[in-house]
């Protein structure tokens, strides 16, 4: 056998699902075993892409997503897509094709130091360089990708590996079941720790819970809302964290942070915080300004060096989310009744603030403007799309618009935001991934014009996929907005290579094969979004025509009138 028949092997055994990659010489018996053993393997135009589509299909799944790239040039280009699943925490098994070991460091085609530049990129790099380890290497690429704090392993087989051949044993090939999903692993905080907690709990009038994206990890959801409901605690969410508990949820603050409808405000008058599976970064803590500093915090990790990282903890939970969570319920049961009473008037003020908010951002959420203001756009998709619908959100503002105005209407992974290294690209190709994850399930790319200028090829790949549940919405501004806006607000409208041509998206989308709706009017917006998810023969991209004002291209009341001095950075 092979070796790259004895990968494919071990991947079938995995029970993985779509891959993505561009074939070379070095892979093509890897890629021989594939279409012999049935399984399912798709042509990318970039690896990057195969990389993001990989990572949105682990997110939807919670099964590592799988991608490959080819000698030089492909494994390079993974490196982007790689840092975004080690950053979020998403489990990929990546394979790269090296070279000829007997022709290596002798001016090989496409040959490059490729294993020092993916490294860092990776939880772990493991070269295989007997073709008998491979089965056991496998294994491990696959327990390391969903251990711990889940992310990428990469798998680096050189060109005499793949080709070369051994008599395995039937015996050689198993898979530990357990990490072919996660967590692999769950592991509970310490006993002591836990009582602690639940003192400061306890006596804490005014409590909040941060959640971050490890709660999805997890699979905490349910512990969660178990714990909150049952301590009356109102929960607010990063970009990341959205669907801890659904946004529609009584306790739901919505996202804290660099923006927020009323969590900052709850946080700056919190008398403890509850932090679950959230590393407190730039944009969850406005640059690390927003976290009262008297005010203790109990922090809730899977990845012990987190916790104290950006901001002091005064109990330390070291372990899984979910199992943290149900030691915390446990410990607090006896309070409920009493704890219910003490936060009434607390809890009281969640739906008049919430309220407050919705009535003075009624003119955006609502505006009739044209060209089409942001907000009535997300507004529109939260009033058209289902609840068991996907989002995925492009870098950028995309992100930022969304993440402050989208509602998920129940828990779970229902919106995907690229923030673990924020690389605009992701959301065609993070969309084709969501779709390809819940093929019965109605899923939308939102994406800006930059992003989806790179990724525009990726439309062949949607379509020859059969990813037809995908619709892509184009935030059409002519410009690189979110850079355009902050040349608006700190340089006084000195704009520099943030504008675009102006494009028909739905144009090009229709030459591709695509379905194309344009938009310029925002009572289209909701029968165009309707439109798309229920189009079943292709792929649908709409192209929204969205306001040119870089002034109002930024999720503030007003950005423009935002005080900037030297040296700040409102975004």
Not at 262 to 287: F, H, M, P, Q, Y
Not at 317 to 325: C, K, S
Not at 424 to 445: E, K, S, T
Request: charged content about 20%.
């Amino acid at each position: 056998m092979s070796g790259g028949r004895a990968l494919a092997e071990m991947l079938r055994l995995a029970g993985v699902g779509p891959m993505f990659g561009m074939g070379g010489f070095q892979l093509l018996p890897f890629y021989d075993a594939i279409r012999q053993l049935g399984l399912r393997h798709h042509l990318i135009n970039d690896e990057r892409t195969g990389a993001f589509a990989a990572d949105a299909y682990a997110r939807v799944t919670g099964r590592p997503g799988v991608c490959d790239g080819t000698l030089g040039p492909g494994a390079t280009n993974l490196v982007t897509g790689l840092v975004e699943a080690l950053n979020a925490g998403t489990p990929l098994i990546a394979i790269t094709g090296d070279t000829h070991r007997a022709h290596a460091w002798k001016n090989m085609t496409q040959e490059c130091r490729q294993t020092d530049v993916l490294r860092p990129a990776v939880k772990e790099l493991i070269r295989v360089e007997e073709v008998v380890r491979i089965p056991e290497l496998v294994r491990r690429a696959f327990a390391l990708a969903s251990s711990g704090r889940p992310g990428p392993a990469l798998l680096d087989v050189p060109e005499d590996v793949c080709h070369g051949e051994h008599e395995f044993a039937a015996e050689d090939f198993y898979i530990d079941a357990a990490t072919v999903a996660v967590p692999a692993r769950r592991a509970r905080p310490a006993r002591e720790a836990v009582e602690g907690a639940a003192a400061l709990l306890a006596k804490a009038q005014r409590p909040l819970v941060l959640a971050g994206g490890g709660v999805h990890l997890s699979g905490a959801h349910p512990a969660l809302q178990a714990l909150v409901e049952l301590t009356a605690m109102p929960v607010a969410h990063t970009m990341s964290g959205k669907g801890a508990i659904a946004c529609t949820h009584p306790l739901s603050a919505g996202l804290f942070g660099r923006y927020s409808r009323i969590a900052n405000d709850l946080i700056a008058a919190s008398d403890c915080l509850l932090v679950v599976g959230c590393k407190l970064g730039e944009i969850a803590t406005k640059r690390y300004t927003l976290l009262p500093p008297n005010v203790p915090i109990i922090h809730l990790d899977i990845l012990a060096e987190e916790i104290g990282r950006c901001a002091p903890a005064e109990v330390t939970l070291w372990g899984d989310a979910r199992e943290g969570l149900c030691d915390l319920t446990e410990a607090l049961r006896p309070d409920a009744v009493r704890l219910h009473a003490m936060r009434a008037d607390y809890l009281a003020e969640l739906p008049r603030r919430m309220a407050k908010w919705r009535e003075e951002a009624a003119a955006r959420l609502n505006s009739a403007e044209r060209p089409i203001h942001m907000a009535r756009l997300v507004t529109e998709m939260n009033q058209a799309m289902p609840a068991d619908s996907i989002l995925v959100a492009d870098g950028g503002f995309a992100a930022h618009w969304t993440g402050l105005i989208y509602d998920t209407k129940v828990a779970g992974r229902h919106y995907i935001a690229n923030r673990g290294l924020a690389s605009i690209g992701y959301g065609l190709p993070g969309g084709i991934g969501a779709a390809l994850a819940a093929p019965d399930r109605p899923v939308v790319a939102l994406t800006g014009d930059g992003g989806f200028n790179m990724t525009i090829g990726e439309l062949e790949t949607a379509r020859r996929t059969g990813a037809n549940n995908l619709t892509a919405v184009i935030v059409n501004n002519a410009a690189s907005g979110y850079v355009k806006a902050l040349q608006h607000s700190m340089f006084g409208k000195r704009y520099q290579s943030s504008d675009l041509v102006e494009m028909n998206y739905a144009a090009v989308a229709e030459a591709m094969g695509c379905r194309g709706i344009r938009v310029e009017h925002p009572q289209k917006l909701g029968e165009a979004l309707r439109q798309g998810m229920t189009e079943r023969d292709r792929p649908t991209v709409i192209d929204v025509v969205v306001t040119r004002d870089a002034g109002k291209m930024l999720p503030a009341v007003d950005s423009r009138t935002v005080e900037i001095k030297k040296g700040d950075r409102v975004a």
